[in-house]
């Protein structure tokens, strides 16, 4: 086992020998795979495709090596020698997930890849005995059959190599870093099915050999990128990509007319050329999609009209942010206001989902500066037509809000932070100079005052470290509200978990057992530290704000309460997506505190793991953290699930608390509501069993020195 490291490695040392050109033979990485999957048309491509290939010598070379080399998979060291230092990009540090790709560790630890067995069979890193296998390195019939690296900082640049690997079927390096363009050998990939590498920076228009992978393509993603000019036209007319599904290049700067050789790809069931530069009308062709369920072209310049069948089968906010004329089912009455109008019409009309950068969220004259002694607000809540009728509204302060005037907050200028069916977040700067968070909640999804007034003044009432407090509240006067918060400029957990950013902390078991801490104090504050018990009704990754200190805050606590049942089903609906519902809410709509109790166990997952739950990035994926859990059990590689940066300095799981933590997050999540234990008791499971290392939480080199480590 020895003698095949050390050949391995010292076969990396000399990863391009000088041969002579005449001497290579027929090169696995040079277009022979490529030319036999190549109609006659192509041959122009194919034919520049070689030019590059030829040019490339030290792709040659490599070629040479691989095939002189036979006993070593050279899939394994096509990843070594090229991709590993091209998806690094520039280093230190060095990549955590990359570096797993390393000659000296077994094959099954290399991280984000899936192999078959030279007859297609899957190679079964499950099995202990498959995982501890030394020789598999070099094996050369070993076949790389995915590679899946989405959010795992990678820096650099697709190499072209990428389209070398024979039985690559699902490539997915989404939301990384990755710049330069996209290779044009890629479109030479014999079997690529499944394309991802949405969320990057790459630059540059799309290779016309895309399309050489027709026929296999099931999904291709380049959504949120900036990639320019037209979408290159397939090589055959007529091409019908029978096998795509999903075609995402939404939020890129591509141009031109919309493809209408499109219209020929009969199975998409999903379109999106969103927020790009795409001009002209449509064509009427592209009512023949029969099988479209999403469809996205707002934000371009298409012009014309939307042809009927699309306008009725799909929503205006598909349609939305082009021409004038451009929209599903328009109505002439979008004219001109009247300047009294304009007050309220930011506040007023939410249901044209319009993406506001800034906007005045409303103007009020005249407005006296009222009395604010504590205790008005009482007064005031119970008089339902406050005299001073001119139309404003009402406004309620509560403890710390008392500066706050009605004249401030409408005169506030907003910037969206958050929208979700019910209202949406923003941002807002008052006079001032202060922010403050204003959570608009949309004409007719609340209850009436009489009913929703009650709950809103206990909200108001509820002050803890972890929860972010409720300052005032707005009532309007077409029955929509505005919650004012303290604005927390830092972090959702969310963003820390699953979006990498330069500058981000590194979050070692210390800090998140910190995060997790807080956000169980809050939640027990609020089902028992007040009068009467507070639901939070919303407990997940996007409503916990940490900030510089690891401390963490709950937001949306107690809203579904105040929601019509309708508004509250939605939201039930969308924590379901987000894969925190608790199973009895399929029968039951009302969220208690044992439904938190079981979303704080999926959030404590998600801590420890670092995978967002629920609805995955692909349509038909789904996130199970707690089967995801059960499995690793079963299969005795429970260290394996969690995140990489968890266990990152720890000796003994088990003694800092890692362990219990995952068994905890279990126990939440029992499917029997009066299995779960309640939030007192997961604080003192948490309080007793914390990381032994405090010093982790607090040095100050770590701030910054993990920039972009991978989740
Ligand atoms: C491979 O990993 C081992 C330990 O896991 C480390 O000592 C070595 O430096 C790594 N080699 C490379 C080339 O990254
Ligand atoms: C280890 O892998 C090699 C190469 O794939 C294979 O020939 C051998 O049978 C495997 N050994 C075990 C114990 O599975
Ligand atoms: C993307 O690349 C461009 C130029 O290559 C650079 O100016 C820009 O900062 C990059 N954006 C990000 C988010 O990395
Ligand atoms: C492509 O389709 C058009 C119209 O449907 C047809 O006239 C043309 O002959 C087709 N071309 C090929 C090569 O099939
Ligand atoms: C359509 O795309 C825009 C911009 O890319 C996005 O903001 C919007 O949410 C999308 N709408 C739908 C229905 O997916
Ligand atoms: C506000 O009202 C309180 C009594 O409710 C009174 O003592 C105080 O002087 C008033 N302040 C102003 C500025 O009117
Ligand atoms: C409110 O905003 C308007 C225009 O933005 C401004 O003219 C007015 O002075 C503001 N009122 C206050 C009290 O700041
Ligand atoms: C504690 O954590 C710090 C920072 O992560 C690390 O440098 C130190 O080695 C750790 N100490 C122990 C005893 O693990
Ligand atoms: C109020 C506060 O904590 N602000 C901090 C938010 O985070 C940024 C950096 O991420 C700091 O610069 C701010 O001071």
């Not at 939305?320 to 328009?330: K, L, P």
């Not at 079963?634 to 800092?656: A, C, H, Q, W, Y």
Request: net charge neutral; proline share 6%.
């Amino acid at each position: 086992m020895m003698v095949t490291n050390q050949v391995h490695i010292s076969h990396v040392k000399h990863p391009y020998p000088k041969t002579p050109l005449s001497r290579i033979p027929s090169p696995k990485l040079c277009p022979n795979k490529a030319a036999s999957t190549l109609k006659p048309p192509r041959h122009l491509l194919f034919s520049s495709v070689m030019a590059s290939c030829l040019s490339l010598l030290f792709l040659l070379s490599f070629c040479f090596s691989s095939f002189t080399s036979l006993s070593f998979s050279s899939d394994a060291l096509l990843l070594l020698q090229k991709i590993k230092p091209a998806l690094q990009g520039p280093i230190p540090p060095e990549n955590l997930q990359l570096s797993s790709w390393n000659s000296s560790s077994l094959l099954c630890l290399w991280r984000g890849l899936l192999w078959s067995h030279v007859d297609g069979s899957p190679l079964r890193c499950d099995l202990p005995a498959v995982r501890s296998n030394l020789s598999l390195l070099s094996d050369s019939s070993l076949q790389l059959t995915s590679l899946h690296l989405p959010a795992a900082a990678l820096a650099g640049s697709l190499p072209r190599e990428l389209g070398e690997f024979s039985s690559l079927r699902s490539l997915n390096l989404a939301v990384n870093s990755l710049s330069g363009s996209v290779p044009l050998e890629l479109g030479n990939s014999p079997s690529l099915s499944d394309l991802d590498l949405s969320g990057n920076n790459l630059t540059g228009s799309l290779p016309p050999s895309l399309w050489n992978l027709c026929d296999r393509l099931v999904y291709l993603r380049l959504h949120g990128n900036t990639l320019s000019g037209v979408i290159p036209p397939p090589a055959t007319p007529n091409s019908s990509c029978e096998n795509l599904a999903v075609l995402d290049f939404g939020v890129n700067r591509l141009t031109g007319e919309f493809p209408s050789f499109l219209t020929g790809f009969q199975s998409l069931t999903d379109l999106d050329l969103s927020s790009n530069r795409f001009f002209g009308e449509l064509p009427e062709s592209i009512s023949g999609l029969f099988h479209l369920q999403r469809l996205n072209l707002s934000f371009n310049k298409f012009s014309g009209r939307v042809p009927e069948s699309l306008g009725s089968k799909f929503p205006a906010s598909a349609f939305e942010g082009n021409a004038a004329s451009f929209c599903a089912n328009c109505s002439p009455d979008s004219g001109g206001l009247s300047a009294g109008a304009k007050a309220g019409i930011v506040i007023g009309s939410m249901a044209g989902a319009v993406i506001i950068a800034s906007a005045t969220i409303g103007w009020v004259q005249g407005r006296k500066r009222r009395n604010r002694s504590r205790g008005a607000e009482e007064d005031e809540m119970a008089m339902e037509e406050d005299g001073n009728n001119n139309g404003d509204g009402k406004l309620v302060v509560f403890e710390g809000g008392e500066h706050l005037t009605l004249e401030d907050v409408l005169n506030a200028t907003g910037q969206v932070v958050e929208k979700t069916s019910y209202g949406t977040v923003y941002k807002a700067k008052l006079a001032n100079g202060g922010n403050i968070a204003l959570r608009l909640l949309r004409e007719g999804t609340c209850k009436d005052l009489a009913s929703s007034s009650p709950v809103i003044r206990q909200l108001g009432r509820a002050r803890h470290e972890n929860l972010v407090p409720l300052r005032a509240f707005y009532h309007g006067k077409r029955g929509e509200k505005l919650l004012i918060y303290d604005y927390l400029p830092n972090r959702t957990l969310h963003d820390l978990l699953h979006e990498t950013r330069p500058g981000r902390p590194a979050l070692n078991w210390a800090r998140r057992h910190k995060i997790i801490l807080g956000v169980a104090r809050g939640l027990a504050y609020l089902h028992g530290g007040t009068e009467t018990p507070i639901t939070h009704g919303t407990v997940r990754s996007k409503n916990v704000f940490v900030d510089d200190f690891f401390v963490s805050r709950l937001t949306e606590y107690g809203l579904d309460k105040i929601m019509i049942p309708s508004i509250a089903d939605e939201m039930v609906a969308a924590a379901k997506a987000e894969g925190y519902k608790a199973p009895e809410l399929q029968k039951m709509r009302k969220s208690n505190s044992r439904t938190d109790v079981y979303a704080f166990g999926i959030l404590l997952l998600e801590i420890l793991i670092g995978k967002k739950p629920g609805k995955g990035a692909r349509p038909g994926e789904w996130v199970d953290l707690p089967a995801l859990v059960k499995v690793a059990v079963l299969e005795e590689t429970t260290m394996e699930v969690f995140d990489m940066e968890v266990l990152k300095g720890i000796r003994n799981p088990s003694e800092e608390g890692v362990v219990q933590a995952l068994r905890l997050a279990m126990g939440c999540c029992a499917p029997v509501a009066s299995a779960r234990p309640d939030m007192n008791e997961v604080v003192r499971i948490l309080e007793e069993n914390r990381p032994r290392n405090r010093s982790a939480l607090y040095s100050p080199a770590d701030t910054t020195s993990e920039i972009g480590t991978p989740f």
